[in-house]
Nanobody, 120 residues
Framework: QVRLVESGGGLVQAGGSLRLSCAASGSIFSIGDMGWFRQAPGEQRERVAQ???????VYADSVKGRFTISRDNAKNTAYLQMTSLKPEDTAVYYC??????????????WGQGTQVTVSS
């Protein structure tokens, strides 16, 4: 069974920084794309950043230049370094990954989410 567990959320003042981590565990043969999404109250879930297995990245326009996604393939872990945080970044942040869990059978997995609150 595959699990994604996020950590690192919390309360921070505007202009501050946080680093989120997403650790994958269980039956894992390889991990493809990993990404971070967020969902604010009353809003749809949106993609924040994504990274391929080879390290290529893509960001939402709203976070470009402030957030950095990275991954450590040896640890099956993805990170989201968030700087210059704004109140509008307040949301539950979810990790997402495409994981080969049974030799060439990929499935999409979600973590349980971690709350990020930015005070003004």
């Amino acid at each position: 069974q595959v699990r994604l567990v996020e950590s690192g959320g919390g309360l921070v003042q505007a202009g501050g920084s946080l680093r989120l981590s997403c650790a994958a565990s269980g039956s894992i043969f390889s991990i493809g794309d990993m990404g971070w999404f967020r969902q604010a109250p009353g809003e749809q879930r949106e993609r924040v950043a994504q990274i391929t297995g080879g390290g290529s990245t893509v960001y939402a326009d709203s976070v470009k230049g402030r957030f950095t996604i990275s991954r450590d393939n040896a640890k099956n872990t993805a990170y989201l370094q968030m700087t210059s945080l704004k109140p509008e970044d307040t949301a539950v942040y979810y990790c997402n990954a495409n994981i080969d869990y049974s030799r060439h059978y990929y499935a999409n997995f979600w973590g349980q989410g971690t709350q990020v609150t930015v005070s003004s």
